[in-house]
T-cell receptor, first 113, second 115 residues
Framework: DAGVTQSPTHLIKTRGQQVTLRCSPKSGHDTVSWYQQALGQGPQFIFQ???????QRGNFPDRFSGHQFPNYSSELNVNALLLGDSALYLCASSLEGKGETQYFGPGTRLLVL | AQSVTQPDIHITVSEGASLELRCNYSYGATPYLFWYVQSPGQGLQLLLKYFSGDTLVQGIKGFEAEFKRSQSSFNLRKPSVHWSDAAEYFC?????????????FGTGTRLLVSP
């Protein structure tokens, strides 16, 4: 049973560009959350998708957007990249419901030059 | 506002010695509590979680954590550390009263294990 997978593993972009990160949830999971982990920090919640809709969002600008597909996989899009967007982006999947455990993927490391 | 404090940025422990990593949280009510471990260049692996019931919870790899409501703490312990335990450890809280699963993480504690 595959766990949470993310692609690509690493990415280098320049300021102003756009990037798309992808996530496939653990088998049977229907909820996907995205987190940003800056160097030396804990992960910070970006947003969560369930039933193909964003249902909760952290303190991130509209440059960060996402999508969830009918097969529950998800994409994170970041427009107009800034140097400060350089981070490890983590996807977590879970079942919908109170207190369901989130399982994390290995992350995509984004470097913005 | 919800927050998690891990007061120790780095901890060095000798192999075979005991370990305690501290975690304090600020939350409107009793939250769900988690400890995750992150090895270099890796994602997060769940060590253990507290939802309700017995305040001493057992996790994987010989770890345990104790929830103390009066102190708003959820400290992680291990009686005998192995070199492979060297990693970054994150405490996190999540809401108990909704189906939303937004986790709030601490800044992490890096564990170094000396021979």
């Amino acid at each position: 049973d595959a766990g949470v997978t993310q692609s690509p593993t690493h990415l280098i972009k320049t300021r102003g560009q756009q990037v798309t990160l992808r996530c496939s949830p653990k088998s049977g999971h229907d909820t996907v959350s995205w987190y940003q982990q800056a160097l030396g920090q804990g992960p910070q919640f970006i947003f969560q998708y369930y039933e193909e809709e964003e249902r909760q969002r952290g303190n991130f600008p509209d440059r960060f957007s996402g999508h969830q597909f009918p097969n529950y996989s998800s994409e994170l899009n970041v427009n107009a990249l800034l140097l400060g967007d350089s981070a490890l982006y983590l996807c977590a999947s879970s079942l919908e419901g109170k207190g369901e455990t989130q399982y994390f993927g290995p992350g995509t490391r984004l470097l913005v030059l | 506002a919800q927050s998690v404090t891990q007061p120790d940025i780095h901890i060095t422990v000798s192999e075979g010695a005991s370990l305690e990593l501290r975690c304090n949280y600020s939350y409107g009510a009793t939250p769900y509590l988690f400890w995750y471990v992150q090895s270099p260049g890796q994602g997060l692996q769940l060590l253990l979680k507290y939802f309700s019931g017995d305040t001493l919870v057992q996790g994987i790899k010989g770890f345990e954590a104790e929830f103390k409501r009066s102190q708003s703490s959820f400290n992680l312990r291990k009686p005998s550390v192995h070199w492979s335990d060297a990693a970054e450890y994150f405490c996190a809280v999540g809401p108990m009263n909704t189906g939303f699963q937004k986790l709030v993480f601490g800044t992490g504690t890096r564990l170094l294990v000396s021979p």
